[in-house]
Each structure stands twice: as C-alpha cells, then as structure tokens.
C-alpha cells in the first residue's frame, strides 16, 4: 500500500559525507512526520533527526552541526545529509513517515518504516 524506500548509504572513511534519501510512494495524500532512526549492532534504534510538514527539525545531540535533514512534501521524499562522519556514526538507517492514506472510505494517518540502508565509516 505504501513503501518507503532508502537510498545513498555506503561505506566511507572518517571525515567524509553521505547523502540519503527516502522516498515514499502509495495511495499517499500528504505525509508529517519524517524521520531518520539508525540502529548499530548491539544497541537499540535511536531517533536522529525529523521534521514537520511545515520544516521545524529536532537532531539527536550526537549529530548535531554534522547532519542535515529536509524533505521535498512534493515529492514525499525526505533526505539526510551526514557530514564529518565518524566511526561511531556506523549503523543501519532507517526512514520514518507519519502518512495520511487515501482510502475509498476517506483518508487515514499511519506510520511507516523504511527497509534500511547500511552506512559504513571505517579507515
């Protein structure tokens, strides 16, 4: 009904930069919430960073000054944009979106996840 698929991961070296993308496709009317979350081997999933549909952005203290998050609401597509990346930064990612879904019967909210994409930062 509707996916969110990932984009842009890889494997760098410490200092380098990456760009991902997460578009979502569907019976998609409008989308919220977007989201990046990562997960690294042996910890739990962490939110990184998300914005509104009207652009106000949170980022996790860790990112902070190095990643940058936006989204084209056109398009239904967010991205991240991971600069000065560190090994720490090393996990899967993941994209998130609250959707409002067309539906015969009127449109409802739900959430979704993205598959992941692997970023990799290791000299």
């Known amino acids: 009904q509707v996916q969110l698929v990932e984009s842009g991961g890889g494997l760098v070296q410490p200092g380098e930069s990456l760009r991902l993308s997460c578009a979502a496709s569907g019976r998609i009317l409008s989308s919220n919430v977007m989201a990046w979350y990562r997960q690294a081997p042996g910890k739990e999933r962490e939110l990184v960073a998300s914005?509104?549909?009207?652009?106000?952005?949170k980022y996790a203290d860790s990112v902070k000054g190095r990643f940058t998050i936006s989204r084209d609401s056109a398009k239904n597509t967010v991205f991240l944009q991971l600069n000065s990346l560190k090994p720490e930064d090393t996990a899967v990612y993941y994209c998130n979106a609250d959707v409002l879904i067309y539906s015969s019967t009127g449109g409802y909210w739900n959430n979704y996840w993205g598959q992941g994409t692997q970023v990799t930062v290791s000299s």
């Open positions: 914005i509104t549909s009207g652009g106000n952005t």
